[in-house]
């Protein structure tokens, strides 16, 4: 079906096509007419009524409204507010969970072959895979946002928009979340508030957030919250980043810790290390007789990684931008064991140069993107670097997030 008159699809119109391969982002590839459609609601392979909902020079953005042929790998969404124009938290509801991990392990390898420069036969011996975590797709997610809409009501968003969904229910929430008297159905109205913020940690504590002209304000629960992981117990507020599938912290730390190996006496960074739980790990092995610095930006961090570590004094905690710890020698090198944990956006190449000049035998990168992730793997190997282990574990479930830890070794790879 062509789109309208001397041009192409337009926002809203209804086109029926055939879907292609899994995308990056929770979406599908279609052509119309050889103009690229990225279809979200979609499983490769289905016939569908996609509604166009973004015009962009080059590619549009489509739900698919009406499924004409189904894929085996369809199911209903357990959700009711996960479908075209509701909730866009969830991009894979519509998928059984193990095509879930097929999916996700499909992105991943796209991106470190398009962007990364690996060959497929590379990722075959890489053994590239992602894996669940313990406890199902349901009832997961310790820490959730809710937005407030004009009326007070709080809610979720509708996908790539501001417009608040009132919801009843986010089955995702780890069940002490959904069992918050915080949204509409429960009675609650947010009249000033612009977000509601709930933790449900794995120490037991429950505390929930407003957030009123960008200040947060303690609603109920204790003020700093207990985690567990690592063999450790920690205390951060409860505004402070921690991953928020239950399962994740340890299955990281387990990880990183099989794949640097550290040693006694080996000298160890955490770099854009929160609140220290790699730091804690690396420590443990390196002992007395070792050294781990720890690189940290936030000040909540920052505090949190000084706090929780004071038992360790073979660590230092740094408050600084790790680019510029690096760049103004506030670290320097030589250095054992590096652990690279970047935001969504990467480590980057002035950084990752900086850690190979360093001269270190392993960097384990923690990354929570995988193109940003396969960016970088490109300046690593331009640099004489070789990718040796790769891991993908799904800490996301029914969404299109993905966690990936790197085992990043000097040399390159064998032929």
């Known amino acids: 079906m062509s789109g309208p008159a001397g041009g192409g699809l337009e926002e809203a119109q209804r086109v029926e096509l055939t879907v292609a391969a899994v995308a990056p982002g929770g979406h599908c590839v279609a052509r119309v007419d050889g103009q690229v459609v990225?279809?979200?609601?979609?499983?490769?392979?289905?016939?569908?009524?996609?509604?166009?909902?973004e015009v962009h020079r080059g590619f549009v953005r489509a739900d698919a409204v009406?499924?004409?042929?189904t894929a085996a790998q369809r199911v209903t969404p357990p959700c009711p507010y996960a479908r075209p124009g509701q909730c866009g938290g969830c991009d894979l509801q519509h998928v059984a969970p193990q095509a879930q991990l097929d999916w996700k392990t499909t992105v991943v390898r796209e991106q470190l072959v398009r962007i990364g420069g690996l060959d497929e036969a590379a990722c075959d011996a890489l053994g590239v895979r992602v894996e669940a975590l313990p406890g199902g797709p349901l009832g997961w997610r310790s820490r959730v946002r809710y937005a407030v809409d004009a009326a007070g009501r709080a809610g979720l968003l509708k996908h790539r928009s501001h417009e608040v969904v009132p919801i009843d229910r986010c089955l995702i929430a780890h069940p002490a979340v959904q069992e918050l008297p915080v949204l509409t159905s429960a009675?609650?109205?947010w009249p000033d508030a612009e977000a509601v913020e709930t933790v449900a940690s794995t120490g037991g504590d429950v505390t929930v957030t407003a957030v009123v002209a960008?200040?947060?304000?303690?609603?109920?629960?204790?003020?700093r919250v207990r985690e567990r992981a690592a063999g450790r117990e920690w205390a951060l507020p409860a505004s402070s980043f921690w991953q928020v599938h239950p399962a994740a912290a340890?299955?990281?730390?387990?990880?990183?810790?099989?794949?640097?190996?550290?040693?006694?006496g080996e000298t160890a960074w955490d770099l854009y290390g929160g609140a220290g739980l790699f730091a804690a790990a690396l420590a443990e092995r390196v002992g007395e007789s070792g050294r781990v610095t720890l690189v940290e930006a936030a000040g909540a961090g920052v505090t949190a990684a000084r706090e929780n570590l004071r038992d360790l004094p073979r660590v230092e905690v740094v408050a600084a931008r790790v680019e510029t710890a690096l760049a103004r020698r506030r670290i320097t090198g030589p250095v054992d064991v590096v652990v690279l944990d970047p935001p969504r956006s990467g480590a980057g190449a002035r950084v990752v140069r900086d850690v190979v000049a360093a001269g270190p035998r392993a960097v384990a990168y923690v990354a929570c993107d995988p193109a940003a992730f396969a960016r970088d793997l490109r300046v690593f190997?331009?640099?004489g670097w070789r990718l040796a282990t790769l891991r993908g574990y799904d800490l996301f479930p029914m969404t299109q997030h993905v966690e990936l830890v790197a085992l990043l070794v000097p040399g390159p790879a064998a032929d």
């Open 38 to 53: 990225f279809v979200r609601h979609a499983l490769p392979g289905e016939r569908v009524v996609a509604e166009v909902t």
């Open 66 to 69: 009406t499924v004409l042929e």
């Open 187 to 189: 009675g609650a109205q």
């Open 214 to 223: 960008g200040r947060t304000r303690i609603v109920s629960g204790p003020e």
């Open 250 to 264: 340890d299955a990281l730390v387990d990880a990183v810790r099989e794949l640097t190996d550290p040693q006694p």
């Open 381 to 383: 190997t331009g640099l």
